[in-house]
């Protein structure tokens, strides 16, 4: 099988299509012929050597897969030609990816490969920070950084199903027509506004919850945002910086801060993680709830993906087809 490999943490000329044996499934998995892979952040920061306790070279990148059941091992509950998405502890960036069952599921009815393999991750992760770890209620207040990236788009969406208002930065125009089409309230050009400048002037006590995937200063300044006995979910550093906090802050306003690790929290809770699963798809199935796909390169142009979202040019979902592939 074709697949692409990290062959050493740095830039994108470390992205390498390879030929490989396909991956045998073992007790409890199965394998997936993919037909879509989804590309996240993390995927990028990982190559660079910027995730903490990410993989270590060489290795095949990837976190979701679309696609259909190829084989299965012993304790499986699926047969092959089963058209499935599932969350993968790496290697999904390939023609054939092994899963554990437990992070499985059937392709949401009348879905493409690619609309599936853009769920998992993001929509997973916005419904987990917002209701699991946030418990955002209705007629709250959040504030959504990147509002129009991958998590943003189905954030704003989540939030707007559960009544909430809701702030969303992002750096252009045309990514803030974005998330306000989608929902969001107050779309804030971080570029040309101070978001607690906003969020002052449209509130009378701040934001009920921060999604804080930035860190950085931008952390430090959300608290800012934040009202007393406010929540903060941190889920990520796109800027390259853990968070900035000073804890007297959250002492004072009697503030908390959560952590969200969707690979750590799927190996060791993965029934808390995966129920939010029913719900989702079922808003998905009746367009409710809508997967933002933005484009789909061919595996061979994994490095053109990359670039694409590294130089933030992507809104939505960026997924990967893994045919015709070669450099």
Known sequence: ???????????????????????????????????????????????????HGGPTPPYTPGMEVAGVVDAVGEGVGREPGEEVVAMVDGGGYAEYALADATGVFDVPEGFSFEEAAGFPVQFLTAHNCLHGWGRLEEAEAVLIHAAAGGVGTAAVQLAREAGAEIFGTASTAEKLSKAESLGCDHPINY?????VEVVDRETDHGVDLVLDSVGGETTSRSLEA????????????????????????????????????????????????????PDLVQHLETGT??????RTFTLDAVRD?????????SMGKVVLRPTDAHL
Do not use: W
């Not at 994108?12 to 989804?38: C, D, M, N, S, T």
């Not at 570029?191 to 978001?195: A, L, R, S, T």
């Not at 993906?305 to 040019?313: D, P, Q, S, T």
């Open 1 to 51: 099988m074709k697949c692409v490999r990290v062959t050493g943490h740095g830039g994108r000329e470390r992205l390498e299509i390879e030929e490989r044996e396909k991956p045998e499934p073992g007790q409890g998995e199965l394998r997936i012929e993919v037909r879509a892979a989804g590309i996240n952040f993390a995927d990028i920061m990982q190559r660079r050597g910027d995730y």
């Open 191 to 195: 570029v040309e506004e101070d978001f």
């Open 226 to 277: 934040l009202r007393h006995f406010g929540r903060m979910v941190v889920f990520g550093a796109a800027s390259g910086e853990p968070g900035r906090l000073r804890t007297d802050n959250v002492l004072f306003a009697n503030q908390e801060i959560l952590g969200y690790h969707l690979g750590h929290a799927l190996r060791l809770q993965p029934m808390r993680v995966m129920e939010a699963v």
């Open 289 to 294: 709830l809508e997967v933002q796909l933005d």
């Open 305 to 313: 993906a990359h670039a694409y979202i590294e130089n933030r040019e």
